[in-house]
């Protein structure tokens, strides 16, 4: 397997499970009402209806929170299934809510009653077996009460009477979708507590241990005394640049494991030890030396454990202006996956440019830890799609319904789509994400939930 292949690999699997947040469809014909409902029940807090009927809007999907209850809200009137005629349509529509979500809100106006459209999209949504509730709205009085119960007749349970408009039900609507809505996983908070952990690794011989001697002898070391915090004892409490930080197993450098064959195999482990319990990890190289297999297998180390990584270039003192030209050529060829993290170029021995290093490792750490919101999420996704499609592939072209971001630390996207979307794409879809909102330093997990 070439590194390439590898790291595809990496980055692509998919077998560790997103915890997401449930999702609710609101479903039903144009103009009933779907939008003001949406803008309702997340409180307007990012939405803006957009009054033309028929119009594709670029956002679909919103954060919404009800009594603590987190759950995603998506707005179908965004959805442009490609089937021809009105019914056929909003058929299309209900069919593609039904399948990525985990609640469908079944949107009806009370003002117009049912129509065949209706009962058609009632069969897709009997068909699916997923919950339904059933909203009555424009009952902006009691005079629209007799109305809504007369859905009834749908065979989908009790009609919600509501008034999207001026919010009349919309509390009790809530309360009844809550009630049948999969929980979703607790908030995180992504920020550790105490000092942030960072880990300190690299192949044997690149200066580790000159480096944290540095760093630890530049600045007062301030084991135990930070308030709250019980320290490993293979840690070290640093302070650095007006903070506090843990570097993890620095016990491990300090000792100076000589790496006599067979030890190599305990390094290994060790620096996979050190990464998985750290945010972020410094990864350091030595400069004046090609890079190697094992560099790399540890950047890739990195990567693999979703943390937030930097790249720390050392014994930047040896470099003459040849090594310093060939070096390029090696971050251009073999670093091409990793462009995204922070480089610093250092000498432990001269302390040259010990001063960005810190600053590297807040970027990473931010980068990490940046959520997009929903909305934004969509917005970035509406423009992402018209301007660069996903290929047609044997007559069919996948498309993305919408998308989230369940998780930081590392940012992990699930991307609800009709159809698998090629690994080059979704590369696309990854560069595009980090012109737009950064995640310097971050692995970044892209996930599909297919759907049809
Ligand atoms: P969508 O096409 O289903 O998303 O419908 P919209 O949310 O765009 O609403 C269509 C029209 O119905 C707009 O003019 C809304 O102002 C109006 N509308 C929405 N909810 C209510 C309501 O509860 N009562 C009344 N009277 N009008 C509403
Ligand atoms: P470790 O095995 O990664 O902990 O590496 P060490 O800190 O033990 O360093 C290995 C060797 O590289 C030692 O001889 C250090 O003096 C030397 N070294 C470390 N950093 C630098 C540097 O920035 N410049 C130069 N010229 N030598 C360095």
Same mark, same amino acid.
């Given at each position: 397997m070439s590194d390439e292949e590898l790291y595809d690999d990496l980055v692509d699997?998919?077998?560790?499970?997103i915890e997401d947040v449930p999702v609710v469809a609101v479903v039903g014909?144009?103009?009933?009402?779907k939008s003001t409902l949406v803008n309702r029940i997340i409180g307007r807090r990012e939405a803006v209806v957009?009054?033309?009927?028929g119009v594709t809007r670029d956002r679909v999907a919103y954060d919404a929170n009800w009594n603590g209850r987190r759950f995603t809200v998506v707005d179908t009137g965004g959805w442009d299934p490609d089937a021809r005629g009105f019914a056929a349509r909003v058929a299309a529509q209900a069919e593609l809510a039904v399948g990525a979500a985990d609640v469908v809100l079944f949107v009806l106006d009370v003002t117009v009653g049912m129509t065949d459209v209706d009962e058609a999209v009632v069969k897709i949504l009997q068909r699916s077996g997923k919950p339904v509730l059933v909203a009555a709205n424009k009952?902006?009085?009691?005079?629209?009460e007799t109305a809504a119960s007369e859905?009834?007749?749908?065979?989908?349970?009790q009609p919600h009477p509501v008034?999207?408009?001026?919010?009349?039900g919309s509390g009790d609507l809530l309360d009844a979708l809550l009630a049948v809505l999969p929980s979703a996983p607790p908030d995180r908070e992504p920020v550790s507590e105490g000092p942030h952990r960072v880990a300190l690794v690299g192949k044997p011989n690149v200066g580790k241990s000159s480096l944290l001697n540095k760093l630890a002898g530049s600045e007062r @070391?301030?084991?135990? &005394?930070?308030?709250g915090t019980t320290v490993d004892p293979v840690d070290e409490l640093v302070e650095l640049g007006g903070s506090t930080w843990r570097f993890i197993d620095t016990a491990g450098i300090r000792r100076r @494991?000589?790496?006599? &064959?067979?030890?190599e195999y305990y390094a290994s482990l060790r620096t996979a030890a050190a990464i998985s319990r750290a945010e972020v990890a410094v990864v350091l190289l030595d400069a004046s030396e090609p890079m190697s297999e094992q560099d790399l297998r540890i950047i890739s180390q990195v990567v693999e454990s979703g943390r937030a990584l930097v790249m720390a270039f050392n014994k930047?003192?040896?470099?003459?202006e040849d090594r310093r030209l060939r070096l390029e050529k090696e971050l251009d060829r073999q670093l091409v996956r990793v462009t995204w993290a922070p480089r610093v170029n250092i000498s432990a021995?001269?302390?040259?440019?010990?001063?960005r290093l810190v600053p590297a490792i807040e970027t990473a750490l931010e980068g990490w830890t940046t959520r997009v919101s929903t909305a934004q999420l969509n917005a970035f996704l509406g423009r992402l799609v018209a301007s660069h499609p996903h290929p047609v592939r044997g007559g069919k072209q996948p498309r993305i319904l919408f998308g989230t971001q369940?998780?930081?630390?590392?940012p992990k996207f699930l991307l609800f789509t009709t159809g698998f979307l090629e690994a080059g794409y979704r590369r696309y879809i990854e560069r595009r994400l980090r012109e737009e909102f950064g995640f310097v330093g971050s692995p970044i997990e892209i996930s599909l939930r297919e759907r049809q």
């Open positions: 699997s998919d077998d560790d499970v014909r144009p103009n009933v009402g957009e009054d033309r009927p009952v902006d009085d009691q005079r629209g859905l009834w007749s749908l065979g989908l349970g008034s999207a408009i001026h919010g009349r @070391v301030v084991v135990d &005394s930070v308030a @494991v000589r790496e006599a &064959s067979g030890h930047w003192d040896l470099l003459d021995s001269t302390g040259r440019h010990m001063d369940p998780q930081t630390s590392p």
